[in-house]
């Protein structure tokens, strides 16, 4: 610990492959920084336990062998400053927290604890990556891919909930993975519905090419399930998650009796696409991106909307 600097990732306050996003865009800073990465999502997290303890680790293993209580012995100092041995595991209001300094500052710090809880993309941190790097030369997509097989492990009770639905209700058929994104997305997205549109078409070409094909289908629109499942009838199956209104707020905003569900809902239908054999996506939306980048798809397997 006395010659250690750590980088210690901090909950962003969104759904969970924006965080996850930011968790390992971070992880990849740390290296680069050479500092030792701690996950803690507390208070502020969209996926917060009631007892308070981490967040993250309600579904995926630690990223080192070191935890925020190593973090807050008085002997350590914090940067931005407004973190403290006390504090660093406060929820802090999203408009309170710091705009997140260029990579040269970070490089720069010489406090033993850098805290972020802001979201960086990881192409700001991909021209610092160093020669010799294992990632370096790497595009977006395969750097993240890489990072996620070297960092994020699903606890074995969540990893075994994932390939217990699959062997229950998918194994032994061709599957089509296919994420169609409504709600608060249409603000982000302008071209959504002509996007969403578009669906059907692809869908439909793969099932000319493979006619055995069943359909796996993954949304937060109970409208969209509704409509899919009129279309596709009995080869079209889903979880049975919480979904909202076309144009009602995001899933990842509603209110569940118990966080760990509403995280898990999201796990599961991400992990369960990457096990099909095709997937048709919203190439905006950070839970398809996730997709595509969990699995070394071929050309042919994948196709992403824009």
């Known amino acids: 610990m006395a010659e250690s600097k750590f980088l210690l990732i901090k909950s962003i306050t969104a759904g969970m492959w924006h965080e996850m996003h930011h968790v390992i865009t971070q992880l990849l800073a740390a290296e680069i920084l050479k500092r030792i990465p701690v996950v803690y999502w507390g208070r502020e997290s969209l996926y917060a336990v009631k007892d308070r303890s981490n967040a993250f680790e309600q579904f995926f293993l630690p990223v080192s062998d ?11 100092s914090f940067f931005p400053e407004k973190w403290n041995h006390s504090n660093l595991s406060a929820a802090v209001p999203v408009q309170n927290r710091n705009t997140a300094p260029a990579m040269e500052a970070w490089t720069e710090c010489r406090a033993d604890v850098l805290v972020q809880d802001t979201y960086v993309d990881v192409e700001q941190i991909i021209p610092y990556i160093p020669v010799g790097h294992p990632f370096y030369g790497y595009n977006c997509r395969d750097l993240l891919h890489g990072m996620i097989n070297k960092y ?31 709600s608060d997305k249409a603000v982000e997205v302008r071209n959504l519905q002509e996007l969403n549109d578009r669906y059907p078409l692809e869908i439909n070409r793969f ?66 696409a990457a096990k099909c054999d095709f997937f048709i996506g919203n190439g905006y939306s950070n839970v398809s991106l996730a997709i595509s980048e ?6 042919h397997q994948i196709k992403l909307l824009y």
């Open 66 to 76: 070191y935890n925020l209580k190593d973090l807050t012995s008085e002997n350590l």
């Open 294 to 299: 969990l699995k070394d798809w071929q050309k």
């Open 207 to 272: 099932i000319r090419e493979n006619p055995s094909i069943r359909i796996f289908l993954m949304t937060d629109c109970i409208e969209i399930l509704e409509e899919y499942k009129k279309i596709y009838g009995e080869i079209l199956f889903h979880t049975d998650c919480k979904r909202v209104p076309q144009n009602g707020p995001g899933v990842h905003f509603q209110e569940y009796p118990d966080n760990m569900i509403k995280g898990f809902e999201i796990i599961l239908d991400t992990w369960l």
């Open 152 to 182: 994020i492990r699903l606890r074995k009770d969540v990893l075994e909930g994932i390939n217990s639905f699959y062997n229950k209700n998918m194994n032994g058929t061709p599957m089509l993975a296919v994420h169609i994104r409504s």
